[in-house]
Antibody
Framework: QVQLEESGPGLVKPSETLSLTCTVSGGSISRYYWTWIRQSPREGLQWIGDILNSGSTNYNPSLKSRVTITLDTAKNQFSLRLTSVTAADTAVYYC??????????????????WGQGTPVTVSS | SFDLTQPPSASVSPGQTATMTCSGDNLGDKYVSWYQQKPGQSPVLVIYQDNERPSGIPERFSGSNSGNTATLTISGTQAMDEADYYCQAWGTSTAVFGGGTKLTVL
């Protein structure tokens, strides 16, 4: 059973950089898209972006200028960096895996495993 | 931008059928997934690719998608099914979530 666990600071100052890491256990980080999603009362669930084991990334256009997602296959981890944060970036941040279509093995359009989430507050 | 709209709340009596909808332009042309989220927990996938159930999800959960509306149905609803339910689909290049429906089992 795949498990994901987020880690990182719970408090970030405005204008600084939010950095989180997701550690994947119980399976290889290869062959899947690995995703960051956040949830706040104001925005609800918001997809931030994802990364494939090849290093190819996709980002939400609304965040693209501030987001970087990277992958460390040796450590079975992937990470999120969000620069120039404001109070609007206060949210619970989840890492998740995009599943595979069970009939053809193609990349699915759903998220089958999620971390427990880590709350991040942006405040001075 | 591509938006998904869900009614904010729904209620059902135990043992009855709960139906929750998700609306979006030409949603029937896209795959829809549904997630259950209980307070303080992360979302759990209950339906993917419109009507597929992941391993471990009870058979009482089913889904459909046609036209502009996707539907999540819970047959024989149990008290444990009380939760927020979110639909999700992909826009041009972005995953999009609905605002969620809070299901109350009265």
């Amino acid at each position: 059973q795949v498990q994901l666990e987020e880690s990182g600071p719970g408090l970030v100052k405005p204008s600084e950089t939010l950095s989180l890491t997701c550690t994947v256990s119980g399976g290889s980080i290869s062959r899947y898209y690995w995703t960051w999603i956040r949830q706040s009362p104001r925005e609800g669930l918001q997809w931030i972006g994802d990364i494939l084991n090849s290093g190819s990334t996709n980002y939400n256009p609304s965040l693209k200028s501030r987001v970087t997602i990277t992958l460390d296959t040796a450590k079975n981890q992937f990470s999120l960096r969000l620069t120039s944060v404001t109070a609007a970036d206060t949210a619970v941040y989840y890492c998740a895996r995009r599943g595979l279509d069970r009939y053809n093995g193609n990349f699915g359009k759903f998220f089958d495993f999620w971390g427990q989430g880590t709350p991040v507050t942006v405040s001075s | 931008s591509f938006d998904l709209t869900q009614p904010p709340s729904a209620s059902v009596s135990p043992g009855q059928t709960a139906t929750m909808t998700c609306s979006g332009d030409n949603l029937g042309d896209k795959y829809v997934s549904w997630y259950q989220q209980k307070p303080g927990q992360s979302p759990v996938l209950v339906i993917y690719q419109d009507n597929e159930r992941p391993s471990g999800i009870p058979e009482r959960f089913s889904g459909s998608n046609s036209g502009n509306t996707a539907t999540l149905t819970i047959s024989g609803t149990q008290a444990m099914d009380e939760a927020d339910y979110y639909c999700q689909a992909w826009g041009t290049s972005t995953a999009v979530f609905g605002g969620g429906t809070k299901l109350t089992v009265l």
